[in-house]
Each structure stands twice: as C-alpha cells, then as structure tokens.
C-alpha cells in the first residue's frame, strides 16, 4: 500500500529521488502520467495494466470519456528507476504540473501522486478547510 508525504528536489539533471518506501512497493519499471488537479500520477506496470484497460474498455461515444482516455493514457510515459532511486519525469509532464524544483510525492493507496510543492500546500490547505463537509458527503453516499 503506497501511503505518506516525501519532498523531493530536482537536481541539475532534472532528475528526482522517488522515496525508498515507495520504491520498495512500486518496482523499477513505473508509468508516470498526467493526473487531476495539477498533480502527476505514478502507477506500477502491473496497476497501470489494470488502469489502462479500463479506460481502454471504455465507449467511445461520450465525449468526456474520450477527453479523459486522452488526458490519461496519451500524456503517459513509461520510466526506469536507476540504481540509486532516480527517475527523469518527462518534460511535458513537468510543464503540465508546473514542477520546477521542489516536489511532493504523495502515496494514495494504489498510486503516487507528484506535486510542485507550492501547489501541494494550497491545496491540502483548501482540503483541510473543507474536510469536513466531504467527510459527510462521503456518509450520505455510504462511503464512509
């Protein structure tokens, strides 16, 4: 299970440590890809598979189904870790998310979420004001 918040710096490569508690659960082979809310999504080959084949089932007759088959599965770029942890998040993938030198990575269960820190901070900061309000949407729909 990918949990927990790790900040991370760019080097001058543009490369970046993914955490050793995630890498340990992710494997070496990854799929990073663009995400929601200005983040980036980080899946394991084997979860991507499952991610890619739904939206790869998909109807092609809706319209904001094809937008979001699109956003996801075009932007996706398989990447290696190295030896020491390492990964180049690709180019357009950081222009996407804005990242330029700090990072968060963010673990939500089956995936990893990559952050520009400042981005990061506003928006846990606007969670947290309304935590409570998704918390009781969630019980009226029984989720929670």
């Known amino acids: 299970m990918l949990i927990g918040e790790f900040r991370?710096?760019?080097?001058?490569?543009?490369?970046?440590?993914?955490?050793?508690k995630f890498r340990k659960e992710i494997g070496k082979n990854i799929v990073i890809t663009r995400g929601l809310d200005g983040c980036l999504f980080i899946y394991s080959l084997k979860e991507w598979?499952?991610?890619?084949?739904?939206?790869?089932g998909l109807g092609m007759g809706q319209a904001a189904t094809r937008g979001f088959s699109r956003h996801i599965l075009a932007g996706a770029a398989e990447v290696n870790i190295d030896s020491v942890g390492r990964m180049l998040i690709p180019e357009h993938l950081r222009t996407f998310a804005h990242?330029?030198?700090?990072?968060v990575f963010a673990g939500?269960?089956?995936?990893?979420?990559?952050?520009?820190?400042?981005?990061?901070?506003?928006?846990?900061?606007d969670v947290?004001?309304?935590?409570?309000?998704?918390?009781?949407?969630?019980?009226e729909i029984g989720a929670l």
């Open 8 to 20: 991370h710096t760019l080097d001058d490569k543009n490369r970046i440590s993914l955490p050793a």
């Open 49 to 56: 598979k499952a991610i890619s084949g739904q939206l790869g």
């Open 99 to 103: 990242i330029t030198s700090k990072v």
């Open 108 to 125: 939500l269960y089956n995936r990893i979420e990559v952050w520009d820190d400042a981005a990061w901070e506003r928006y846990t900061k």
């Open 128 to 139: 947290e004001k309304n935590a409570d309000q998704m918390a009781e949407h969630l019980g």
